[in-house]
């Protein structure tokens, strides 16, 4: 990763105080998203610890997810899989629920969607207490798959969501 990506992506990161509730500093990366080559040199970096690690398929958590793994699964030439919530998926599904601070939530993907030697990178726009990336873990080893790791643009040191994950390589372009 070139020495200043995550300094640029950083600068592109709005800090919205109490969005979508009181208390929460959501991190907006519609900025980030808008400048072609912040947006590109982020993807890269996103990309770079996993090439050459035989990574087959993302898996993309919904819903800003989705708008990283895309581009890293044709990146590492690897599948795209969705990660959806509930009742979102047309097929068979897989599922599993987790607590988030205030309420319970589920993900789910396609049964048929990765199979055991499937090497999956678990890809999200942001690790807050690692919830999230943690059920998706449990999702693809529901399926027999492999994960090998966690990527994220942005995460939050200060939650301590790397805790949660703690035989996986996690990957970020910016900490705070
Ligand atoms: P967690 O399960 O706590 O790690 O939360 C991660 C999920 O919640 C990701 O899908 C993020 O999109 C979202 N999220 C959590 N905190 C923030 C935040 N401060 N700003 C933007 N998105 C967040």
């Given at each position: 990763m070139?020495?200043?990506?995550?300094?640029?992506?950083?600068?592109?990161?709005?800090d919205?105080?109490?969005?979508p509730v009181?208390?929460?500093?959501f991190k907006?990366?519609?900025?980030m998203?808008?400048?072609?080559?912040?947006?590109?040199?982020?993807?890269?970096?996103m990309?770079?610890?996993f090439?050459?690690?035989?990574?087959?398929?993302?898996?993309?958590?919904?819903?800003?997810g989705?708008?990283f793994?895309?581009?890293?699964?044709?990146?590492?030439?690897a599948?795209?899989?969705l990660?959806?919530k509930p009742?979102r998926?047309?097929?068979?599904t897989?599922?599993?629920?987790?607590?988030?601070?205030?309420?319970?939530?589920?993900?789910?993907?396609?049964?048929?969607?990765?199979?055991?030697?499937?090497?999956?990178?678990i890809?999200?726009?942001?690790l807050?207490?690692?919830?999230?990336?943690?059920?998706?873990?449990r999702?693809?080893?529901?399926?027999?798959a492999?994960?090998?790791?966690?990527?994220?643009?942005?995460?939050?040191?200060f939650?301590?969501?790397?805790?949660?994950?703690?035989d996986?390589?996690?990957?970020?372009?910016?900490?705070?």
């Amino acid at each position: 990763m070139s020495a200043n990506v995550g300094q640029r992506v950083a600068a592109t990161i709005r800090d919205v105080p109490d969005f979508p509730v009181a208390g929460v500093v959501f991190k907006d990366i519609t900025p980030m998203l808008g400048d072609a080559t912040v947006f590109r040199d982020a993807i890269e970096a996103m990309a770079e610890p996993f090439l050459g690690t035989s990574v087959t398929h993302v898996l993309a958590i919904e819903s800003r997810g989705f708008l990283f793994a895309s581009p890293l699964a044709l990146a590492m030439t690897a599948g795209l899989v969705l990660a959806r919530k509930p009742g979102r998926l047309p097929w068979k599904t897989s599922r599993v629920s987790y607590d988030l601070e205030y309420r319970a939530d589920s993900l789910e993907v396609h049964v048929d969607s990765l199979s055991p030697g499937d090497r999956v990178l678990i890809v999200d726009d942001v690790l807050a207490t690692g919830g999230t990336a943690a059920a998706a873990v449990r999702l693809v080893e529901q399926l027999g798959a492999t994960p090998v790791g966690v990527c994220v643009l942005i995460e939050l040191s200060f939650l301590g969501g790397r805790a949660r994950l703690p035989d996986l390589p996690v990957h970020r372009v910016v900490s705070y």
